[in-house]
């Protein structure tokens, strides 16, 4: 059984930052990928940023420029710094994980920007 904690989310005025971290633990060999996803409310999960075991990485445009992914492979963890915000980040903040082509989900973090 895996499972991710994320852990960083909160409130923060506009043009403020935040880091999100997210730790995978449990019947762990190999992850292939590691990223966020956001679900703002009315609205469909969308991909923010993801990261692969080499360390390449793609963002959502939105967020291009502002944020960035990182990951530790040795403690099976990843960040995901963010710079910048504005209002429409606010959103609630998914971590996953694809572990032997099996896709697995944190209980998400809230993210907040005041308009």
């Known amino acids: 059984q895996v499972q991710l904690v994320e852990s960083g989310g909160g409130l923060v005025q506009p043009g403020g930052s935040l880091r999100l971290s997210c730790a995978a633990s449990?019947?762990?060999?190999?992850?292939?990928?590691m990223g966020w996803y956001r679900q703002a409310p009315g609205k469909a999960r969308e991909l923010v940023a993801i990261i692969s075991s080499d360390t390449g990485t793609t963002y959502a445009d939105s967020v291009k420029d502002r944020f960035t992914i990182s990951r530790d492979n040795a403690k099976n963890t990843v960040h995901l710094q963010m710079n910048s915000l504005k209002p429409e980040d606010t959103a609630v903040y998914y971590c996953?994980?694809?572990?032997?082509?099996?896709?697995?989900w944190g209980q998400g973090t809230q993210v907040t920007v005041p308009s």
């Open positions: 996953n994980a694809i572990i032997w082509s099996k896709s697995y």
């Open positions: 449990g019947s762990i060999s190999s992850i292939s990928f």
